[in-house]
T-cell receptor, first 111, second 112 residues
Framework: KQEVTQIPAALSVPEGENLVLNCSFT??????LQWFRQDPGKGLTSLLL?????REQTSGRLNASLDKSSGRSTLYIAASQPGDSATYLC??????????FGAGTRLTVKP | DAGVIQSPRHEVTEMGQEVTLRCKPI?????LFWYRQTMMRGLELLIY????????DSGMPEDRFSAKMPNASFSTLKIQPSEPRDSAVYFC??????????FGPGTRLLVL
């Protein structure tokens, strides 16, 4: 069964701290892995997409890594800001478009 | 582009009524996805289309749910008859090939 797990479910950090969100997937035969951000009452915004052949992707203060062999991905957020507060979801794609989502990590960055 | 457009944004209906959710994908995208999000089950893929053709509907919970995509710029998700357990946020997303999916703002459905 293809499952995606995110730990922790919630995380609270002071502003300025660097942090890592974790994502694990049971089936390593992924096509790609995406990290999304969801604000309360809003849709999902794609942050980073890592193809199965890639090891990491970077966008601004965000860096996502992928280790297929261990079934893990991490999202690193540098110098966190209160505006980063949101729920972050990872999603593993199988067979091109069969996307399995984790339950998300709810991040709170305190001023 | 305005992004993925969904309507209505909120829907409150009574059990047994028919509900129709609408989606306009980003122009030029060839894939369209319908998802459902609940607290208990998280985000689940219901069905997706490629070039207006349904490819995988294995996530559709039961026969009360149906989806159509009559053309490249419009899709509907219909629930008939609706039940309280269908209450959720329904998202539509589109993409160009198997790449980044762009999500709409969602439709919050409450079935009383």
């Amino acid at each position: 069964k293809q499952e995606v797990t995110q730990i922790p479910a919630a995380l609270s950090v002071p502003e300025g701290e660097n942090l890592v969100l974790n994502c694990s997937f049971t089936d390593s035969a992924i096509y790609n892995l995406q990290w999304f951000r969801q604000d309360p009452g809003k849709g999902l915004t794609s942050l980073l997409l890592i193809q199965s052949s890639q090891r990491e992707q970077t966008s601004g203060r965000l860096n996502a890594s992928l280790d297929k062999s261990s079934g893990r991905s991490t999202l690193y957020i540098a110098a966190s800001q209160p505006g980063d507060s949101a729920t972050y979801l990872c999603a593993a794609s199988y067979n091109n478009n069969d996307m399995r989502f984790g339950a998300g990590t709810r991040l709170t960055v305190k001023p | 582009d305005a992004g993925v457009i969904q309507s209505p944004r909120h829907e409150v209906t009574e059990m047994g009524q028919e509900v129709t959710l609408r989606c306009k994908p980003i122009s030029g995208h060839d894939y369209l996805f319908w998802y459902r999000q609940t607290m208990m089950r998280g985000l689940e893929l219901l069905i997706y289309f490629n070039n207006n053709v349904p490819i995988d509907d294995s996530g559709m919970p039961e026969d009360r749910f149906s989806a159509k995509m009559p053309n490249a710029s419009f899709s509907t998700l219909k629930i008939q008859p609706s039940e309280p357990r269908d209450s959720a946020v329904y998202f539509c997303a589109s993409s160009w090939g198997p790449e980044t999916q762009y999500f709409g703002p969602g439709t919050r459905l409450l079935v009383l």
